[in-house]
């Protein structure tokens, strides 16, 4: 059974940074990409950031130049480093994986920026 259990998430000031975990069991990310998706207030969910399981690195528009992924294969854990946080990254964050032909979410970890 594959999980995904996502922590790291509070608040903070605007400027700081924060950085998420997501803990995955059942699946290797030595095989498998993951992601990291957001949920901002009354939003859809939307794509942030994800790394492959070569470990290259994909960008959304507004995550390159503050947001960074990256994983330890050992620990099966992928982080989510933010740097330079906005009131508009208030969100919830969730980790995604999929692996045959089913997609697996995180419950999420609430994010909240504001001074």
């Known amino acids: 059974q594959v999980q995904l259990v996502e922590t790291g998430g509070r608040w903070v000031q605007p400027g700081g940074s924060l950085t998420l975990s997501c803990v995955v069991s059942?699946?290797?990310?030595?095989?498998?990409?993951a992601a990291w998706y957001r949920q901002l207030p009354g939003q859809q969910r939307d794509y942030v950031i994800s790394?492959?399981?070569?470990?290259?690195?994909h960008y959304s528009d507004f995550a390159k130049g503050r947001f960074t992924i990256s994983k330890d294969n050992a620990q099966n854990t992928v982080y989510l480093q933010m740097n330079r946080l906005k009131p508009d990254d208030t969100a919830v964050y969730y980790c995604?994986?999929?692996?045959?032909?089913?997609?697996?979410w995180g419950q999420g970890t609430q994010v909240t920026v504001s001074s």
């Open positions: 059942g699946i290797s990310l030595n095989d498998h990409a």
């Open positions: 790394i492959t399981s070569q470990g290259f690195a």
């Open positions: 995604w994986t999929r692996t045959a032909g089913e997609e697996y």
